[in-house]
């Protein structure tokens, strides 16, 4: 079992109900791969650093998932390629403890990353929590 | 952007909570590591120890490849 973390950029010019389409091809390309989704996220409209295909915008989608068989990833791959919508994409290999929590409800979401952050950070020193989050 | 000043003492080995920070997600956080050009800027001028400026570049090059970062910005442009 492997698992991968995929970002990709769309066409911010795209309608919410095509771009909800094309998200959800692209998730059961994943699936068709026998992969299982752990998490998936919309990062929303972005200004890119740079133009891709002389767009200035992208909207920005994170995925991570569980793979059995590697070689697969090679036809998600083609996927992006050929999917005119996809500006740019990135696959990483990630190890397990970087999966992120599943989504919960919005406002539940809230809270919960609240809780959730110092679970994380107990490994870390805890004199050391305080100080960065009264950075942000 | 970048000024963590001359601090020959690496950030991430003060503040180990800072480590997990190094990730292309966290874009934001590694602009304090370019240049308004778009360098990135070498461990001798940023005390950051060797082993998190590997990671480091690492990263800002992910951010890159997904325009989160620039490659290169102009300065005669803006």
């Known amino acids: 079992m492997v698992f991968y973390e995929t970002t990709y950029i769309l066409h911010s010019a795209l309608q919410e109900g095509r771009l909800n389409d094309i998200i959800s091809v692209i998730e059961n390309k994943i699936k068709s791969l026998g992969a299982n989704i752990v998490y998936s996220d919309n990062w929303g409209r972005k200004k890119l650093a740079y133009m891709i295909n002389k767009e200035k915008y992208g909207t920005y989608i994170f995925v991570q998932f569980s793979l059995k068989d590697s070689d697969k990833l090679k036809e998600l791959s083609a996927e992006f390629e050929h999917n005119p919508n996809v500006l740019r994409y990135l696959n990483i290999r990630i190890e397990e403890e970087d999966l992120m929590e599943p989504k919960q409800q919005d406002k539940q979401e809230k809270e919960t990353k609240k809780t959730e952050a110092p679970v994380v950070e107990d490994k870390l020193d805890d004199s050391n929590n305080t100080a960065v989050e009264e950075k942000k | ?78």
């Open chain 2, 1 to 78: 952007m970048a000024i963590l000043g001359k601090s020959k003492i690496c950030p991430f080995k003060e503040d180990s909570s800072l480590i997990k920070k190094i990730n292309y997600k966290e874009y934001k956080f590694l602009r304090k590591f370019i240049t308004d050009q778009g360098k990135i800027i070498p461990a001798h001028v940023t005390g950051v120890s060797a082993k998190y400026q590997r990671m480091l570049t690492r990263e800002v090059k992910k951010a890159r490849i997904l325009a989160l970062l620039p490659f290169v910005v102009d300065p005669r442009q803006n």
